[in-house]
């Protein structure tokens, strides 16, 4: 199982970066998949998730209203599109998939079931 996520750099508060994760040997319309994020000293935390036939997602609060994801089971791909970027979405971007629903209160580190490595977001003026 293989999760490549690219899309991460350096960019400037209010601008915008998709995010793009690709999977492989494993079948995503079994699997909610989203991001996760860690900020340097911090907890790694949920961003958003999608369910695995895409009717059900979830975001961060903050996030809500800036970031969208979105899949596409015929490509084995999920992208975060972010928008109105500010420095605290600075951070590695985790692509994560897991056998379960997409919701608050699972898509939790623990519930994960396979990892993409990171890709770096910088939001600097």
């Known amino acids: 199982v293989q999760l490549q996520a690219s899309g991460g750099g350096l960019v400037q508060p209010g601008d915008s970066l998709r995010l793009s994760c690709a999977a492989s040997?494993?079948?995503?319309?079994?699997?909610?998949i989203g991001w996760f994020r860690q900020a340097p000293g911090k907890e790694r935390e949920g961003v958003s998730c999608?369910?695995?036939?895409?009717?059900?997602?979830y975001s961060t609060d903050p996030v809500k209203g800036r970031f969208t994801i979105s899949r596409d089971n015929a490509k084995n791909t999920v992208y975060l599109q972010m928008n109105s970027l500010k420095p605290e979405d600075t951070a590695t971007y985790y692509c994560?998939?897991?056998?379960?629903?997409?919701?608050?209160?699972?898509?939790?580190?623990?519930?994960?079931?396979?990892w993409g490595k990171g890709t770096q977001v910088t939001v600097s003026s």
């Open positions: 994560a998939a897991a056998a379960a629903a997409c919701s608050s209160s699972t898509w939790r580190a623990f519930m994960i079931n396979s």
């Open positions: 040997g494993i079948t995503l319309r079994y699997y909610a």
């Open positions: 999608i369910s695995n036939l895409g009717g059900t997602t």
